[in-house]
């Protein structure tokens, strides 16, 4: 070639195939030989798409005779794509270098504007055969391929530098930089160095690839370095890094696998292991068993404990995860990633004091770590300590304002505290950062609706449902709004798509019983009653509501015992004693007109079971009147022995009650038995002192009929002179009142003691 | 007075010198029918018309407040009908039964056939067998006496809790009532007549008493050999009524309160029943002090005994020469006080309100009983029933009806 060179005259084209460092080798030689011929170096540092500016602008080109074009190659490393078979085969069908195409079409040119030039390019193999391909003509002109080989120290020596970086320095690299070393590697590879070399090549190839985020090429190169050379455990576990970033986990983890088989202490390998494990497979318990294996090999290893400690929290078992927390902080106190984490497990555990002192160390290190500040604030919440979880929420955001969980959380928490504007204005802003957050929307339905603001709540609830078609208690909570509005029918529509999603939403059916009570439809209500009560038998609001349904129904009798089940179940409720008195008083007022003797037993019996469960919860107020009510029951049904035993009950109750107006009645009431039973004192005496109570009430109408009844008795049992003045009391005041029944009967009776 | 001599010394150099053996005054009636005999005065209507009664085999309600005398009349009654009929020369049974335990009719019956069983056990093999296995109750014949063919006999009852042993007999569970009925009839037989004296027979409840009268019509009617005559603290006058509707009773005596003249012969009686030599008068209290006394007494013979007593061995212990009007104001101070500062503050507060009002009745102002924290009359009865036991308040009968007024031993506070 040399020989050809220095006869030479004119424009001509070489195509050298050598490494670089080969390449340097040639240039030396022919300026030593050829130093008749002056000679250019022109070296390409970077991708070019025009050479001929380049050509014509180098210094002194007129005067050369000879210009080495070095570097072209690295305008091609772009355009390699890996897979068309064998080595250095790589063609990208869809495009053509620039360069290449410039060179094809301007051969024209560069013959024309530089007769006296010899070109001669010194290209690895690959850029060889890329021109070849692509630009066909402009190689045509050349003069075929020279070889030039390298000594193979050389290349060795060559191989030696250009391997050993990790990805990750490569990642601090630029990304022309990165290309250069690819079309470099190649040009070495292309020189076919020994096997050992080649893989490390390969390998190297690899990681730059990596750093470029091109997975693919990075494996296929990984590949070929372990057929190579299979013992090449940074390649397996470099190719298990770029399988993890294209989600072929498995894989990945087979290739950390044949890392450790190779090198049983390669932390890092077990490492990334445990980390592709628990993250992406969820696999927890062998990838602790991984993280096991890293902190045996290099007990310092942070990462490995902090991990483990997630895995661990992952399978629930919090004691042991935070140890794992532990030990991390033991190495690195300021490790905040770790207290963050332990602040997590702590939560988990309920330990909530314990997790926000974690989050404190986290932030104290990282103080703009707002994931720590979002759970603090949580964790506050979940102590009740709202005020200081809504702070540590606006910390979070201070940081992120973006963060919509912590808007949502502190939402919760103002909902918390009653101050419903202010969570529906930090709901608004987390569904602003997310509109699909149902859980929002709904919360923010619930705020609106304890304003309210009932329509605004609906349509806070459609949005939730239309991001969530199924969220049962979406629909039941719309269905309250519109019922709160009136729209019952609206309503029960919202509670049926409740119920749809969830059959045995027993608070749905209860809430649809009430809607249709509302619109008087009390059977269906019955039934939607009788439905929840199914799911939940001990449902006692079903059992009044129930209740009150059959009432309106004039179902008397099974209104009450829906109304006593539900007393059964609730003994303590004011509202349920206070209907079941009704009733039984209203239902009593009709069987008397009926006379039926079941349904006098009925109420006879309800009373005597209401009095027991009276006397359990100790009601003395409404146990009085039961009694009370029970004796009146007996006194009219005649059954005076037991009339006269529930109204001495009354009259003890009203005793220590002080209650007078039920003392007074209880008091008349037995004196007219004790008067009937023949116990003519006893009788005397009870009426005389009901008497005195009701003068003390300033009840005359009853002060009257107490009056009249002392003088009858008083007659009867022959204390004449204080007869005669109780009974002209009497007369005087009937005479007031018009009550000619009344006269007509003090009459006769004076009458009688006129005679006598 | 020396101050040399013991207490005890002052106390019976006092009682010497007033030529008495010992205080005689005690609350309740003497047990011995001669020392009964002897201190009893007064009440000789009521007498003059139950002996007879009894002894035609008819019955008698004795009716009276606590303390007016109700026992010491039956038991002096009982034992003048023994004397009288036995100087007759005829044969009686008179059985003295005080606090007949139990709660319920049957156990009145059951008493009531213990009583008639021991009477006849040792002339009636049924009724040894009865006495002997008879279950739940014992008893003891505290008092006996005999004169001519009268037998007297007090039994009291202690209460025992013992299963059946043997099946045939009357065990607790069997009806008495026709097993007493028998034996009355065999009593009758065997004594001519007999008379039950029952004291204090409506200690029990009301409705309990009530159902014994209204069940036990045979009992009580059927016979002219039969008698009972029976004490209370009194009966609403229902009861009474019904009572005399019934017929049970051919009398009814109400015990009204003595006159101050019958309660000075009364003090004079137990006087002289210690007395060294019998006198008229009522040394050593002056007349004039024994008025007052008698005042104080309100006609209940329960009263004058309790006055007497304290006065007589306070004025004792003093060394009074006689108990004057001087010494009488010196030891009665002392004596309310003491009686008055023992009482519980709540007793002490209704006797003050009773004092102020004189006397708590029916007609009961409401700021009285506002005073006493309570809404009506009937809720106080019971306290005032008890305390009417403890001799704390007495009861009265006028035309207002019943009354309760405060002991004279009270001191109202100035």
């Given at each position: 070639?040399?020989?050809?060179?220095?006869?030479?005259?004119?424009?001509?084209?070489?195509?050298?195939?050598?490494?670089?460092?080969?390449?340097?080798?040639?240039?030396?030689?022919?300026?030593?030989?050829?130093?008749?011929?002056?000679?250019?170096?022109?070296?390409?540092?970077?991708?070019?798409?025009?050479?001929?500016?380049?050509?014509?602008?180098?210094?002194?080109?007129?005067?050369?005779?000879?210009?080495?074009?070095?570097?072209?190659?690295?305008?091609?490393?772009?355009?390699?794509?890996?897979?068309?078979?064998?080595?250095?085969?790589y063609y990208n069908l869809d495009t053509v270098p620039?360069?290449?195409?410039?060179?094809?079409?301007?051969?024209?040119?560069?013959?024309?504007?530089?007769?006296?030039?010899?070109?001669?390019?010194?290209?690895?193999?690959?850029?060889?055969?890329?021109?070849?391909?692509?630009?066909?003509?402009?190689?045509?002109?050349?003069?075929?391929?020279?070889?030039?080989?390298?000594?193979?120290?050389?290349?060795?020596?060559?191989?030696?530098?250009?391997?050993?970086?990790?990805?990750?320095?490569?990642?601090?690299?630029?990304?022309?930089?990165?290309?250069?070393?690819?079309?470099?590697?190649?040009?070495?590879?292309?020189?076919?160095?020994?096997?050992?070399?080649?893989?490390?090549?390969?390998?190297?190839?690899?990681?730059?690839?990596?750093?470029?985020?091109?997975?693919?090429?990075?494996?296929?190169?990984?590949?070929?370095?372990?057929?190579?050379?299979?013992?090449?455990?940074?390649?397996?576990?470099?190719?298990?890094?770029?399988?993890?970033?294209?989600?072929?986990?498995?894989?990945?983890?087979?290739?950390?696998?044949?890392?450790?088989?190779?090198?049983?202490?390669?932390?890092?390998?077990?490492?990334?292991?445990?980390?592709?494990?628990?993250?992406?497979?969820?696999?927890?318990?062998?990838?602790?068993?991984?993280?096991?294996?890293?902190?045996?090999?290099?007990?310092?290893?942070?990462?490995?404990?902090?991990?483990?400690?997630?895995?661990?929290?992952?399978?629930?078992?919090?004691?042991?995860?935070?140890?794992?927390?532990?030990?991390?902080?033991?190495?690195?106190?300021?490790?905040?990633?770790?207290?963050?984490?332990?602040?997590?497990?702590?939560?988990?555990?309920?330990?909530?004091?314990?997790?926000?002192?974690?989050?404190?160390?986290?932030?104290?290190?990282?103080?703009?770590?707002?994931?720590?500040?979002?759970?603090?604030?949580?964790?506050?919440?979940?102590?009740?300590?709202?005020?200081?979880?809504?702070?540590?929420?606006?910390?979070?955001?201070?940081?992120?304002?973006?963060?919509?969980?912590?808007?949502?959380?502190?939402?919760?928490?103002?909902?918390?505290?009653?101050?419903?504007?202010?969570?529906?204005?930090?709901?608004?802003?987390?569904?602003?950062?997310?509109?699909?957050?149902?859980?929002?929307?709904?919360?923010?339905?619930?705020?609106?609706?304890?304003?309210g603001r009932y329509e605004e709540a609906i349509d806070?609830?459609?949005?939730?449902?239309?991001?969530?078609?199924?969220?049962?208690?979406?629909?039941y909570s719309r269905g309250l709004a519109l019922w709160?509005?009136?729209?019952?029918?609206?309503?029960?529509?919202?509670?049926?798509?409740?119920?749809?999603?969830?059959?045995?939403?027993?608070?749905?059916?209860?809430?649809?019983?009430?809607?249709?009570?509302?619109?008087?439809?009390?059977?269906?209500?019955?039934?939607?009653?009788?439905?929840?009560?199914?799911?939940?038998?001990?449902?006692?609001?079903?059992?009044?509501?129930?209740?009150?349904?059959?009432?309106?129904?004039?179902?008397?009798?099974?209104?009450?015992?829906?109304?006593?089940?539900?007393?059964?179940?609730?003994?303590?409720?004011?509202?349920?004693?206070?209907?079941?008195?009704?009733?039984?008083?209203?239902?009593?007022?009709?069987?008397?007109?009926?006379?039926?003797?079941?349904?006098?037993?009925?109420?006879?019996?309800?009373?005597?079971?209401?009095?027991?469960?009276?006397?359990?919860?100790?009601?003395?107020?409404?146990?009085?009147?039961?009694?009370?009510?029970?004796?009146?029951?007996?006194?009219?049904?005649?059954?005076?022995?037991?009339?006269?035993?529930?109204?001495?009950?009354?009259?003890?109750?009203?005793?220590?009650?002080?209650?007078?107006?039920?003392?007074?009645?209880?008091?008349?009431?037995?004196?007219?038995?004790?008067?009937?039973?023949?116990?003519?004192?006893?009788?005397?005496?009870?009426?005389?002192?009901?008497?005195?109570?009701?003068?003390?009430?300033?009840?005359?109408?009853?002060?009257?009929?107490?009056?009249?009844?002392?003088?009858?008795?008083?007659?009867?049992?022959?204390?004449?002179?204080?007869?005669?003045?109780?009974?002209?009391?009497?007369?005087?005041?009937?005479?007031?009142?018009?009550?000619?029944?009344?006269?007509?009967?003090?009459?006769?009776?004076?009458?009688?003691?006129?005679?006598? | 007075?020396?101050?040399?001599?013991?207490?005890?010394?002052?106390?019976?150099?006092?009682?010497?010198?007033?030529?008495?053996?010992?205080?005689?005054?005690?609350?309740?009636?003497?047990?011995?029918?001669?020392?009964?005999?002897?201190?009893?005065?007064?009440?000789?209507?009521?007498?003059?018309?139950?002996?007879?009664?009894?002894?035609?085999?008819?019955?008698?309600?004795?009716?009276?407040?606590?303390?007016?005398?109700?026992?010491?009349?039956?038991?002096?009654?009982?034992?003048?009908?023994?004397?009288?009929?036995?100087?007759?020369?005829?044969?009686?049974?008179?059985?003295?039964?005080?606090?007949?335990?139990?709660?319920?009719?049957?156990?009145?019956?059951?008493?009531?056939?213990?009583?008639?069983?021991?009477?006849?056990?040792?002339?009636?093999?049924?009724?040894?067998?009865?006495?002997?296995?008879?279950?739940?109750?014992?008893?003891?014949?505290?008092?006996?006496?005999?004169?001519?063919?009268?037998?007297?006999?007090?039994?009291?009852?202690?209460?025992?809790?013992?299963?059946?042993?043997?099946?045939?007999?009357?065990?607790?569970?069997?009806?008495?009532?026709?097993?007493?009925?028998?034996?009355?009839?065999?009593?009758?037989?065997?004594?001519?007549?007999?008379?039950?004296?029952?004291?204090?027979?409506?200690?029990?409840?009301?409705?309990?008493?009530?159902?014994?009268?209204?069940?036990?019509?045979?009992?009580?009617?059927?016979?002219?050999?039969?008698?009972?005559?029976?004490?209370?603290?009194?009966?609403?006058?229902?009861?009474?009524?019904?009572?005399?509707?019934?017929?049970?009773?051919?009398?009814?005596?109400?015990?009204?309160?003595?006159?101050?003249?019958?309660?000075?012969?009364?003090?004079?009686?137990?006087?002289?029943?210690?007395?060294?030599?019998?006198?008229?008068?009522?040394?050593?209290?002056?007349?004039?002090?024994?008025?007052?006394?008698?005042?104080?007494?309100?006609?209940?013979?329960?009263?004058?005994?309790?006055?007497?007593?304290?006065?007589?061995?306070?004025?004792?212990?003093?060394?009074?020469?006689?108990?004057?009007?001087?010494?009488?104001?010196?030891?009665?101070?002392?004596?309310?006080?003491?009686?008055?500062?023992?009482?519980?503050?709540?007793?002490?507060?209704?006797?003050?309100?009773?004092?102020?009002?004189?006397?708590?009745?029916?007609?009961?102002?409401?700021?009285?009983?506002?005073?006493?924290?309570?809404?009506?009359?009937?809720?106080?009865?019971?306290?005032?029933?008890?305390?009417?036991?403890?001799?704390?308040?007495?009861?009265?009968?006028?035309?207002?009806?019943?009354?309760?007024?405060?002991?004279?031993?009270?001191?109202?506070?100035?």
């Open positions: 070639m040399l020989r050809s060179l220095k006869r030479r005259k004119g424009f001509g084209l070489v195509f050298v195939r050598c490494t670089p460092v080969g390449g340097l080798e040639l240039i030396e030689k022919v300026r030593d030989d050829i130093p008749q011929k002056l000679v250019g170096i022109l070296e390409l540092k970077e991708p070019i798409s025009n050479l001929i500016d380049l050509v014509e602008t180098f210094p002194n080109v007129e005067n050369l005779k000879i210009l080495f074009i070095v570097g072209l190659e690295k305008s091609l490393v772009e355009y390699i794509r890996p897979g068309y078979g064998g080595e250095g085969d620039p360069i290449l195409s410039h060179l094809n079409w301007q051969r024209e040119n560069y013959r024309d504007r530089f007769r006296h030039l010899c070109f001669i390019f010194l290209l690895p193999q690959f850029a060889i055969k890329y021109m070849i391909r692509r630009a066909p003509d402009f190689f045509d002109w050349g003069t075929g391929v020279v070889e030039y080989p390298t000594d193979s120290k050389l290349i060795e020596q060559e191989s030696i530098r250009l391997i050993g970086e990790s990805y990750e320095e490569y990642l601090k690299w630029e990304p022309h930089q990165r290309l250069n070393k690819i079309a470099e590697i190649q040009s070495y590879l292309d020189a076919n160095p020994d096997n050992a070399k080649r893989a490390s090549l390969l390998a190297e190839k690899g990681n730059i690839f990596i750093a470029n985020q091109q997975y693919e090429e990075a494996i296929d190169s990984y590949d070929r370095a372990v057929q190579i050379k299979p013992d090449k455990h940074e390649a397996w576990y470099n190719r298990g890094i770029a399988l993890g970033n294209l989600g072929r986990y498995e894989e990945s983890i087979d290739s950390y696998d044949r890392a450790v088989q190779i090198k049983p202490d390669y932390h890092l390998a077990w490492n990334n292991r445990g980390a592709i494990l628990c993250d992406k497979l969820g696999r927890y318990e062998e990838a602790i068993a991984s993280f096991d294996k890293v902190v045996q090999i290099k007990p310092d290893y942070l990462d490995a404990w902090n991990n483990r400690g997630i895995s661990l929290k992952d399978l629930g078992r919090y004691e042991e995860s935070i140890d794992s927390y532990d030990r991390a902080v033991q190495i690195k106190p300021d490790y905040h990633e770790a207290w963050y984490n332990r602040g997590i497990s702590l939560k988990d555990l309920g330990r909530y004091e314990e997790s926000i002192d974690s989050y404190d160390k986290a932030v104290q290190i990282k103080p703009d770590k707002n994931e720590a500040w979002n759970m603090r604030g949580i964790a506050l919440k979940k102590l009740g300590r709202y005020e200081e979880s809504i702070a540590s929420y606006d910390k979070a955001i201070q940081i992120k304002p973006d963060l919509h969980e912590a808007w949502y959380s502190r939402g919760n928490a103002l909902g918390d505290l009653g101050r419903y504007e202010e969570s529906i204005e930090s709901y608004d802003k987390a569904v602003q950062i997310k509109p699909d957050l149902h859980q929002v929307w709904y919360s923010r339905g619930i705020a609106l609706w304890n304003l806070s609830f459609d949005r939730a449902v239309q991001i969530k078609p199924d969220l049962h208690q979406v629909w709160d509005l009136d729209r019952y029918e609206e309503a029960i529509d919202s509670y049926d798509k409740a119920l749809q999603i969830k059959p045995d939403y027993h608070e749905a059916w209860y809430s649809r019983g009430i809607a249709l009570w509302d619109l008087d439809r009390y059977e269906e209500s019955i039934d939607s009653y009788d439905k929840a009560l199914q799911i939940k038998p001990d449902y006692h609001e079903a059992w009044y509501s129930r209740g009150i349904a059959l009432w309106n129904l004039g179902r008397y009798e099974e209104a009450i015992i829906s109304l006593f089940q539900s007393l059964r179940i609730k003994p303590d409720e004011e509202l349920i004693w206070d209907a079941t008195e009704k009733l039984l008083l209203f239902f009593r007022e009709l069987s008397k007109s009926s006379e039926k003797v079941e349904s006098i037993k009925f109420v006879i019996q309800t009373y005597k079971d209401s009095i027991e469960i009276l006397e359990q919860i100790g009601d003395r107020q409404r146990l009085l009147k039961f009694h009370y009510q029970l004796g009146k029951v007996f006194f009219e049904l005649g059954n005076y022995t037991e009339a006269i035993e529930n109204l001495q009950v009354s009259e003890q109750i009203s005793q220590t009650l002080n209650d007078i107006p039920n003392l007074a009645l209880s008091l008349f009431d037995l004196a007219r038995l004790y008067h009937l039973t023949g116990k003519l004192e006893e009788a005397r005496l009870y009426f005389k002192d009901s008497l005195r109570l009701f003068r003390r009430l300033q009840d005359p109408e009853k002060s009257a009929a107490a009056t009249l009844a002392l003088g009858n008795l008083e007659m009867q049992i022959g204390k004449i002179p204080q007869a005669l003045i109780h009974l002209r009391e009497a007369e005087n005041y009937y005479q007031t009142q018009d009550n000619s029944e009344r006269l007509a009967e003090i009459n006769y009776l004076l009458q009688i003691l006129q005679v006598a | 007075m020396s101050p040399n001599k013991s207490r005890l010394g002052n106390h019976l150099s006092s009682l010497q010198k007033w030529e008495l053996r010992e205080n005689p005054f005690r609350a309740t009636p003497p047990d011995d029918p001669e020392l009964l005999s002897q201190i009893f005065y007064g009440r000789d209507q009521e007498l003059d018309i139950a002996i007879p009664t009894l002894y035609e085999g008819r019955n008698i309600l004795v009716r009276g407040a606590w303390g007016i005398g109700k026992t010491s009349l039956i038991l002096n009654l009982i034992y003048q009908l023994q004397q009288e009929v036995a100087a007759l020369d005829q044969k009686m049974l008179v059985l003295y039964l005080s606090s007949i335990p139990g709660e319920k009719t049957v156990d009145f019956y059951r008493a009531l056939l213990m009583a008639v069983a021991d009477s006849l056990k040792d002339k009636d093999s049924e009724a040894q067998d009865i006495a002997n296995t008879l279950l739940g109750y014992s008893i003891q014949r505290t008092k006996t006496s005999t004169e001519g063919k009268v037998q007297l006999w007090a039994i009291s009852f202690s209460v025992k809790d013992e299963s059946p042993s043997n099946p045939l007999t009357p065990n607790t569970n069997a009806d008495p009532y026709p097993l007493l009925m028998r034996l009355l009839d065999k009593a009758e037989q065997t004594f001519d007549r007999i008379v039950f004296a029952i004291d204090d027979f409506d200690k029990k409840d009301p409705i309990v008493v009530q159902t014994i009268l209204e069940g036990s019509l045979d009992l009580f009617r059927n016979s002219k050999r039969r008698a009972f005559i029976i004490t209370g603290r009194g009966f609403t006058d229902l009861q009474e009524a019904t009572l005399k509707a019934l017929g049970i009773f051919s009398e009814d005596i109400n015990l009204i309160p003595m006159t101050q003249e019958d309660l000075r012969h009364i003090a004079i009686n137990y006087l002289n029943s210690v007395r060294m030599s019998h006198r008229d008068d009522c040394y050593p209290f002056t007349e004039e002090v024994m008025s007052l006394i008698t005042d104080y007494a309100q006609g209940f013979p329960r009263q004058l005994n309790t006055i007497c007593e304290k006065v007589l061995r306070q004025a004792a212990s003093k060394g009074y020469d006689e108990i004057d009007l001087d010494a009488f104001n010196d030891v009665w101070q002392v004596i309310q006080q003491n009686y008055t500062l023992e009482l519980p503050p709540q007793l002490r507060h209704l006797l003050y309100v009773a004092h102020q009002t004189g006397g708590i009745s029916e007609d009961i102002k409401d700021e009285d009983l506002a005073k006493l924290d309570a809404l009506t009359y009937i809720s106080l009865l019971p306290k005032l029933k008890s305390m009417e036991e403890l001799g704390v308040l007495i009861r009265r009968e006028d035309e207002g009806g019943i009354r309760f007024l405060p002991s004279k031993l009270f001191q109202p506070p100035t």
